[in-house]
């Protein structure tokens, strides 16, 4: 074992408002963190966390990650769609036609989130959160299946998609043309290294995979690092 998602993080100028809203859309129960973060642990006691740090970027485009949601009937999905509206989501128009079956919502802080219709193969098994579908290109796709030693589960027409051996939430990439990166991304990934791994160690092999430190590397509490398409993660 390396790398470990360990969580994914929000910034956000009301860390708890957001953390809120989550809790109510996913079901978590939210827990205080130190610096002011707010955390939703998983539901299970394993998997990933989600994380809200205090954050004051402006939102200047959509962002280049997102959550997908699961359905498991029309009703399901109607629901999920209801809760969120009635917690402080919005609808959106990220140029969706009116023949797909998903629905386009934003949070409070405006990060878009997509509510997937019921019947997605893709997605089946893998829980609520079926998916944090990314902006990015199919060398970033290898370059987080070599880091989380996550096997590829999606390979086809530039799009790419891993997931943990144990199941769960995958994470997409879906291929060129990817937007350019402008300012702090939003949603990002924080690492942890294994047991017994040390932190140079693993900074060492991920930059031989294709990372990069940028400046002193300092961000939220850890390392901060980018990968080969330049959205930011950390330990």
Partial sequence: MTSQL?????????????????????GRQPAGGPG???VLPPPDGAGFRIRFLPGQEPKTGENRAHFDLTSTSPEDQRATVARALEHGGRHIDVGQTPDEGHVVLADP?????CVI????????????IGALACDGTRK????WSRALEWPLVWDQ????????PD????ITWGGPPVAPKTGVNRLFLELAPAD???LEAECERLVGLGATRPGDGAGDGGVLMLDPDTPDYQF
């Fill in 140 to 143: 970033v796709g290898y370059f």
């Fill in 157 to 164: 027409d530039e799009e790419t998609a891993v997931q943990s």
């Fill in 36 to 38: 002011g973060d707010v």
């Fill in 117 to 128: 219709e019921p019947g997605n193969e893709f997605l089946a098994g893998t829980g609520f």
């Fill in 196 to 198: 017994g791994i040390g």
């Fill in 109 to 113: 802080d405006g990060n878009e989130f």
């Fill in 6 to 26: 360990f969580a994914i993080c929000f910034r956000s100028p009301r860390p708890s408002e957001a953390a809120r809203f989550w809790s109510e859309v996913l």
């Fill in 167 to 170: 199941g769960g939430t995958k």
